[in-house]
Each structure stands twice: as structure tokens, then as C-alpha cells.
């Protein structure tokens, strides 16, 4: 069933106001235990591991419910989201479309130069700066705020991997990944 633009806009509005909310508690968890290390440093450490379990049990998955079945061991929790995935991704050839004949439309050559061209240091420091701060850390466990802070120690590198990028133009598949995990 479709929703009507009103609902959708107001989806959209409780979205927000949930993710603001959720940002105003983990704030006010930041603060709390800035305050608690000022106050008390290493001498409350069971204060900063109530804190991290807390966050630790927010974010675990300890059940699941796919396709109306309730999934509440850890095995079957996984088995379940490995499941999921590989329905949502399998693919059956039969359903691929096939256009034959269809003369598409080509860029000009001008265009196409311009997808293979060098980077410049000043729009990939412009990138860097146009995404948010607090963004997940990639693989690599480096968020945007630590590229914004130490540019000048890891500009040359992050340069040099581009310009690799653009002469083989091969992408590695650890670079496009995602990890779900289990507690």
C-alpha cells in the first residue's frame, strides 16, 4: 500500500525528531561521562562500563522477527539476517530485462575525458569538508572528523591512492563494504 504525500512527510517528520532525540541522548551520554572523568577519572570505571554496556545492549541484535517467525538464539539471529540478504540479493536470470536494439545515447568525448581526469587536492579537501563530521568509520576505522583534523599528515596518501584510482581505475571490494556483527 502507498502512502499519501502527507503521510510520507509526516514519516519523514517523526524521522527527524527521533534521530534528533537520539542525537540529545547520546549528548547528554557524552557530557555525563566527560563530567564523571573530570570528577572522578579512573577511580569510577564502573560508571564507564555501565555506560558502554548500555550502548553495547542499544545496539545489539538479540531477536529478530522474519517473515512473521521469531528468531531469539544467536545462531538462528544470524542465520536469519544471512538468509534475508541472500533472498533480497539472488537474482534469477530469467528476471533480467534484455534490450535489444535500443540505440542509447552516448556522452561526448569531452564528457567522458572529464570521468577520467586527475583529482585535484582542492576538491578532494572540498569533499572531505562538504561530509559530516561524525559519520561512521569505514573499515578502516577512521571517521571524516579525523581526515578533517589531520589532513596534512594524510593528504599525500589519500592523493597518491586516487591518482592509483584513476590510472588502473580498479576499486577493491573492501572498500565498498558492510559488517554486521554480533555481540
Not at 517528520?13 to 534528533?20: T, Y
Not at 541484535?61 to 528468531?71: M, N, Y
Not at 542465520?79 to 539472488?90: P, R, T, W
Not at 579537501?125 to 561512521?136: F, P
Request: charged share 35%; net charge negative; with cysteine.
Amino acid at each position: 500500500m502507498a502512502l499519501s504525500l502527507e503521510d510520507r512527510l509526516e514519516r519523514f517528520q517523526i524521522k527527524r525528531e527521533l534521530s534528533n532525540v537520539q542525537s540529545q541522548i547520546d549528548l547528554f551520554w557524552r557530557e555525563r561521562a566527560k563530567e564523571h572523568w573530570l570528577d572522578k577519572g579512573d577511580r569510577d570505571t564502573r560508571f564507564f562500563h555501565r555506560v558502554g554496556g548500555m550502548r553495547r545492549r542499544f545496539n545489539a541484535i538479540d531477536k529478530i522477527v522474519v517473515e512473521g517467525e521469531r528468531h531469539g538464539d544467536v545462531s538462528l539471529v544470524k542465520d536469519a539476517i544471512v538468509h534475508f540478504y541472500e533472498k533480497l540479493y539472488h537474482e534469477d536470470a530469467a528476471s533480467r530485462l534484455f534490450l535489444e536494439g535500443i540505440s542509447y545515447n552516448s556522452i561526448v568525448e569531452e564528457d567522458a575525458s572529464e570521468l577520467v581526469k586527475e583529482f585535484f587536492e582542492e576538491e578532494v579537501w572540498k569533499a572531505i569538508n562538504d561530509l559530516g563530521k561524525d559519520k561512521a568509520p569505514g573499515p578502516d576505522v577512521f571517521n571524516i572528523d579525523f581526515f578533517q583534523h589531520c589532513w596534512n599528515v594524510v593528504k599525500e596518501d589519500i592523493m597518491g591512492f586516487l591518482q592509483i584510482f584513476i590510472r588502473t581505475v580498479f576499486l577493491r571490494k573492501s572498500l565498498n563494504a558492510t559488517f554486521i556483527t554480533f555481540t
